[in-house]
C-alpha cells in the first residue's frame, strides 16, 4: 500500500454472542489518502487502541518500543509512541476487526484503582517526548488528549459507579500533572454535551453528572 508505514481502520463492538453493540469508524481524517501521521491532530486524539491499526516491524525494533507492563492504558502510550517515528499514514473506511466486549473484561472493571495508570502513562509519555525533544511541538495536543482521557472519560466513569474516594484521586492527579489545562485553546471545539460535562466536572457537579449518565 504505497510502502505504508501506519494503517488505521474501524472496528465492531460485539458482545460474546457475536451480536453487533457499536460500529467505530473515524470521520475526522479523509480515508484512503496518504498523509504524514506526525503533522495530522486529529490522529493524534483518536481512539486509543493498538488492535485496529497495522505497523511496520522495523520501526518497532529501531526504535526500542515496547509495552508498558503491568498498567493499563498501555495503548495510548504505545501508539503516541510510534506516531512520532511513522511518515506514511493511511485510514481505511473498514471495520476489519472485531472487539469483543466480555462483562468482566479489563475495561469493564469501572471502579478498579487501576484507573490511577493513566497518571503513570501520561507522565511516561511526557517523558518520551522530552527525551526525544518533539515535547514542545505536541504539548497542546497531549494536554487536550489527557482532558479527554484522564479528566472527563475517567472521572465520569468512576462517578457513574459512584466511586467517589478514587474520583478525588484521578482529579487530584491530573490537576497536580495538568495544572493549566482550562487554557487549553482546544477547549472551544468540544461539541455542545462535551462542554456541559467538562464544566459541571469543573464546578464539581458531581451529582447532576451521576444523573445525567444513568
Known amino acids: ?9 474501524g472496528f465492531e463492538q460485539v458482545d460474546e454472542d457475536g451480536i453487533k453493540l457499536s460500529t467505530y469508524s473515524i ?25 485496529n ?17 503491568g498498567v493499563w492504558y498501555e495503548d495510548l502510550l504505545f501508539g503516541h509512541q510510534y506516531l512520532i517515528y511513522a511518515k506514511r499514514a493511511m485510514v481505511i473506511n ?9 462483562p468482566g473484561s479489563i475495561m469493564s472493571s469501572m ?23 518533539v ?11 489527557a482532558i479527554n482521557e484522564f479528566y472527563i472519560a475517567t472521572m465520569v466513569r468512576l462517578i457513574r459507579t459512584n466511586t467517589m474516594d ?8 491530573f490537576e497536580a500533572s495538568f495544572p493549566n ?18 464544566k459541571l466536572l469543573n464546578m464539581k457537579m458531581y451529582r447532576i453528572l451521576a444523573k445525567l449518565f444513568k
Open 135 to 145: 515535547y514542545g511541538q505536541y504539548k497542546e495536543l497531549i494536554e487536550f488528549m
Open 181 to 198: 489545562y482550562q487554557k487549553n485553546p482546544r477547549i472551544a471545539s468540544f461539541p455542545m454535551k462535551r462542554k456541559l460535562v467538562y
Open 1 to 9: 500500500m504505497n510502502k505504508l508505514d501506519y494503517v488505521i481502520d
Open 94 to 102: 473498514q471495520q476489519f476487526y472485531y472487539y469483543v466486549q466480555r
Open 53 to 69: 491499526r497495522l505497523y511496520v516491524r522495523d520501526l518497532i525494533i529501531d526504535n526500542d518500543l515496547h509495552f508498558m507492563s
Open 27 to 51: 470521520p475526522t481524517i479523509p480515508h484512503n489518502v496518504v498523509f504524514d501521521p506526525r503533522t495530522n491532530d486529529e490522529l493524534f486524539l483518536i481512539h486509543n487502541s493498538v488492535w
Open 166 to 173: 478514587l474520583a478525588h484521586q484521578v482529579r487530584d492527579a
Open 111 to 133: 471502579t478498579s484503582e487501576k484507573n490511577l495508570d493513566i497518571k503513570i502513562v501520561f507522565d511516561e509519555l511526557i517523558k518520551y517526548y522530552k527525551e526525544k525533544r
